[in-house]
């Protein structure tokens, strides 16, 4: 993924520059270092169903973490389309009047060579950068010229290929920060503590103990997410994704650095998000991940379009061996 991003907050966030979080990025959150470091404290697991003892059954986690957000578009329908979209930085042409469609429900793999524009599209559907032409439509509203956190608010939500967590809040708070996006509470209802932003609060704890739960790292609520394996750092990174109750999850190389079994157990996990309600976009690399778990495929080369369809139809085309799959895996990775 390239790491370039234009003005603004968040800009230079990914060349390791200080955060200077604001309400607008509660749905992303600081670079510092990617990984775990030294002095790594010892861990504390939490038995969550101690603390919080209805969690130990799968059907309340279930009830919790699913989205029930008002959705306009019907089980595959478009819920997100870009229309001719043209992305240029000076000269050069990073994505070149793309059209494709995210259909309610589904998981849709957005795939291709390295600079292919990938990431330039998930940035011009998330307000990162505006196209220079053609239009994103989310839900039948056009994203337009809406701000970062106004596109959260209509139920969009991504992770970053390198992690962006708050590495000194503990797993539980980086989700329930993901919560107060959708907190209705006024500024002063929540300085004097009103019934309502109390009860916001409580609700947003619960919620987010649920989707550490649903994510598999419920045991490491109170642990500082510093301290959490890279595995569990990434699942931590999907539940505070989730806390927004997007309508759509954006997944930008959830695989990378990850061993066979945990590409496995991150498939399961993606299905089960779709099948709890979430229409899900996947930038990946790792072709065995992408053919197994997504229901289309969209190619890109050189910023354009070059194929679209089902697993089965996009691998074995012509075009997309020559472009991407004659490339071998750890060669694009
Ligand atoms: N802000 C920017 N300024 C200038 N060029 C950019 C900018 N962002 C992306 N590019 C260029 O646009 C092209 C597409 O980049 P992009 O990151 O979207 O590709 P990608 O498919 O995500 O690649 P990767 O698989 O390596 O992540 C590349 O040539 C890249 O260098």
């Known amino acids: 993924m390239s790491t370039h991003e234009p003005g603004g907050v968040g800009a230079g966030a990914e060349h390791g520059e200080e955060f200077r979080g604001t309400e607008q990025d509660v749905a992303e959150a600081t670079p510092e270092k990617d990984l775990p470091g030294g002095g790594v404290e010892e861990p504390v697991v939490v038995d969550v169903a ?37 992305v240029q930085f000076g000269g050069l042409t990073a994505v070149d009047g793309v059209t494709f469609d995210i259909r309610r429900g589904e998981i849709l793999g957005l795939i291709g060579p390295n600079g292919a524009g990938k990431t330039t599209c ?26 970062r956190f106004q596109i959260t608010q209509m139920g969009i939500a991504r992770t970053f290929q390198n992690i962006r967590l708050f590495n000194e809040m503990t797993a539980l708070e980086n989700v329930v920060v993901g919560t107060d996006a ?43 997410a510093r301290n ?62 992408v053919r197994g778990v997504t229901d289309r495929i969209v190619v890109l ?28 895996d750890d060669a694009t990775a």
């Open 50 to 86: 101690d603390v919080h003892p209805e969690l130990a059954d799968p059907e309340v986690v279930a009830e919790k973490v699913a989205s029930d957000r008002e959705v306009h578009a019907a089980v595959g329908e478009p819920l997100l389309r870009m229309e001719d979209v043209t």
């Open 122 to 147: 998930f940035n011009a559907m998330t307000g990162v950068y505006r196209p220079t032409s053609g239009s994103v439509v989310f839900d039948g509203e056009p994203v337009g010229r809406k701000k």
């Open 182 to 224: 959708r907190h209705r509470t006024s500024v002063p209802g929540a300085v004097f503590r009103t019934p309502r932003h109390r009860r916001e609060e409580r609700e947003g704890i619960d919620r987010a103990m649920a989707l550490l739960e649903f994510v598999g790292v419920g045991g490491r609520a109170t642990d500082k």
């Open 228 to 289: 959490l394996s890279y595995g569990d750092q990434r699942r931590l990174e999907i539940a505070r994704a989730l806390a927004t109750e997007p309508k759509l999850l954006c997944l930008d190389e959830p695989a990378a650095g990850f061993n066979p079994a945990e590409k496995e157990a991150l498939m399961d996990l993606i299905r089960q998000i779709r099948d709890d309600g979430y229409t899900v976009l996947l930038i990946e690399h790792d072709m065995k991940l």
């Open 301 to 328: 080369e050189f910023g354009k379009v070059i194929a679209q369809g089902t697993p089965d139809a996009v691998t074995s085309d012509p075009a997309v061996i020559a472009a991407y799959l004659g490339v071998p």
